[in-house]
């Protein structure tokens, strides 16, 4: 079974509109860590967002939201106000393995992605 | 500060070839990883080094890749007898790795990537 899944491979967005890009996750800890990675065409890999399973609120960075529902095993990446240079392939990933209060296992397990385009 | 580097940027080498693949992850980051993208694909995992516990190495596609770190510092990733399926970008990402009672507030656990290196094998 797929352990991150992401159903979109392509997103178009009409620029300042906000765009939610979806995540859905398979596990069985109670521990974990979810994360976005943005790829631009570049081929770098920059993290965006990060919610770990005990976080209570959603997880904000800037434009970036993370809706976070655990009980459907979902984390969207809620992109508000895009601009051009949002376009990119998006990733989520998760970590398993985590032990409150040791070190964390550390492996991520990606998603297939999605492209975004923004549009002008 | 400086980020993780990674080279070469780009290799290509001949079926058969041996190539190696170089990591410096960023100061003071005591994990490493490594990961390999196909084109269009997701990342796939394929070594772990913590401090100086064994490395987690569950994500390595066969007996011809191997990996070394020394110390906390720099790694590198070796590809005995390349074959064309083996061509991808490898990329190398870091991370502080502290108790996760600080990760799972700061998320400093947060692996950081380096530009990748491009193997193309003909």
């Known amino acids: 079974a797929q352990k991150i899944t992401q159903t979109q491979p392509g997103m178009f967005v009409q620029e300042k509109e906000a765009v939610t890009l979806d995540c859905t996750y398979d596990t069985s800890d109670p521990s974990y860590g979810l994360f976005w990675y943005k790829q631009p065409s570049s081929g770098e890999m920059i993290f965006l967002i990060y919610?770990?399973?005990?976080?209570?609120q959603n997880a904000t960075e800037g434009r970036y939201s993370l809706n976070f529902q655990k009980a459907r095993k979902s984390a969207n990446l809620v992109i508000s106000a895009s601009q051009l240079g949002d376009s990119a392939m998006y990733f989520c990933a998760m970590r398993e393995g985590a032990n409150a209060g040791g070190t964390s296992y550390g492996k991520l397990t990606f998603g297939q992605g999605t492209i975004l385009t923004v549009h002008p | 500060g400086a980020g993780v580097s990674q080279s070469p940027s780009n290799k290509v080498t001949e079926k058969g070839k041996d190539v190696e693949l170089r990591c410096d992850p960023i100061?003071?980051?005591?994990?490493l990883y490594w990961y390999r993208q196909r084109l269009g694909q997701g990342l796939e995992f394929l070594i772990y080094?913590?401090?100086?516990?064994?490395?987690?190495k569950s994500g390595l596609p066969s007996d011809r890749f191997s990996a070394e770190r020394t110390g906390e510092s720099v790694s590198t990733l070796t590809i005995q007898r390349t074959q064309q399926e083996d061509s991808a970008v490898y990329l190398c990402?870091?991370?502080?790795?502290?108790?996760?009672?600080?990760?799972?507030?700061?998320?400093?656990?947060?692996?950081?990537f380096g530009p990748g290196t491009r193997l193309t094998v003909l």
């Open positions: 990402a870091s991370s502080l790795q502290v108790a996760f009672g600080v990760q799972r507030k700061l998320g400093t656990d947060t692996q950081y």
């Open positions: 100061s003071g980051h005591t994990a």
């Open positions: 080094f913590q401090g100086n516990s064994a490395p987690d």
């Open positions: 919610q770990g399973s005990y976080d209570q």
